[in-house]
């Protein structure tokens, strides 16, 4: 759901850019003060297999694909909604720079789509639902798709301020779409989120394991 | 448990691979915003399959615009996938090296300032 420089006029991607590199400076704070070193290969790695992961389009029928965002794994696993805007800002702009995948004046709203809407929501989803069903992949599954589909009813809501699509049907092909790729999202999500808890439990954040998981590592 | 090196090793092998499968197997579709422009300009059906001239048309006055080096994760049509495979590697290494050197500057910046500094 990258958003190009063609769908939205500069100005208002301009004031995406400003609300976005609020949340971007508030990432790097939390980067700077709660990423501890030992985390960092994690951090590194999450960052190349988002890019790979964004990278490949899957088929979701009706003519359509799709690519995963990641926003929920990156912000369930280290354990912040701030570590899904960290990540997915970098991601971003290797893409938007070296790549042409999402616009330059666009990138404001993608950082904001994707990282910031795409990492809270993800990241207090899976919290409440946790709390909530005590199942780490019942949670995530839902944490995830819901970090899909609603930045791209976000994405579809700018699109219609900036005149690009029509908001009924923007919001309804958006939603349907991005409610099928939302699916293969959790899916993704609730792997991944076990493969790092078994070869690296040490570096998950505590909210994800459960509760008498202290013995597993 | 596996140590750093191998998590580090593991994980961009992993990484990669998927990028590498992806060349060869991503769905040439376009994405969820791509079939809705194309919907919206009457080229394509909600749940209909995508004509293959499909093309979106943009209005670009008052847009900015901009060639990336590397548009589409190709090196252009000669190299064909070849490129698309340096591309997607080169982009992950990228993003790796970028996320290391981002969280090493802000630990560096960080020593630097006392706790009330400017991050």
Redesign the interface.
């Known amino acids: ?11 208002q ?1 301009a004031i995406y850019w400003i609300i976005a590199l609020v949340f971007v ?1 508030l990432s ?2 939390w ?2 003060n709660e ?1 501890n ?1 030992e985390k ?14 964004q ?13 995963l965002v990641g926003g929920a794994l990156v912000a369930i696993v280290l354990g912040s909604p701030f570590a899904a805007v ?2 997915l800002t ?2 971003l ?9 999402g ?3 666009t990138m404001g709203a993608n950082i904001l789509n994707m990282g910031v809407v795409g990492g809270f929501v993800g990241f207090y989803s899976f919290k409440g639902l946790k709390a909530a069903t005590g199942s780490m992949p019942v949670s995530a599954f839902i944490a995830a798709w819901l970090a899909c589909f609603i930045p ?1 009813i976000c ?2 809501v700018e ?1 219609w301020l900036a005149g ?3 908001l009924e ?2 919001m ?3 939603g ?3 409610a099928v ?1 939302g699916v293969i999202e959790g899916v993704i999500t609730v792997g991944a989120i076990y493969l790092i808890m078994n ?4 570096m998950v954040d505590q909210g994800v394991l459960p509760a008498k998981a202290g013995a597993v ?1 | ?2 140590d ?1 090196k191998t ?2 090793i ?3 092998v ?3 691979l ?2 590498v ?2 060349v060869f ?9 791509e ?3 194309l ?2 300009q009457g080229q ?1 059906s ?5 004509p293959p001239d499909a093309e979106i048309q ?3 006055e ?12 190709s090196l252009g049509e000669g190299l064909g996938s070849t490129g698309g495979i340096l ?2 590697v ?11 050197g ?2 090493y500057a ?2 560096i ?2 020593k630097k300032n006392p706790p009330d500094g400017i ?1």
């Open positions: 759901m990258h958003i190009p420089d063609a769908f939205i006029p500069i100005w991607g400076y790097l704070r980067a700077k990423l070193e960092l290969p994690l951090v590194a790695v999450l960052a190349a297999g988002i890019f790979a992961l990278s490949f389009n899957l088929p979701v029928s009706m003519g359509t694909s799709g690519h960290f990540i970098l991601v702009i290797v893409q938007g720079i070296m790549f042409g995948d616009g330059i004046t791209a994405a579809s699109l690009t699509f029509p049907m923007g309804i092909a958006m349907l779409y991005h790729i070869v690296r439990p040490d590592a | 448990m596996i750093n998590l580090v593991g994980g961009l992993i990484a990669i998927i990028g499968v992806a197997l991503a769905s040439g579709d376009p994405d969820g915003m079939s809705t422009a919907i919206i394509k909600l749940i209909g399959p995508t943009e209005n670009l008052g847009k900015f615009a901009y060639s990336a080096p590397m548009p589409d994760y591309a997607i080169g982009g992950t290494v990228l993003a790796f090296l970028v996320a290391i981002l969280v802000l630990k910046a960080g991050l």
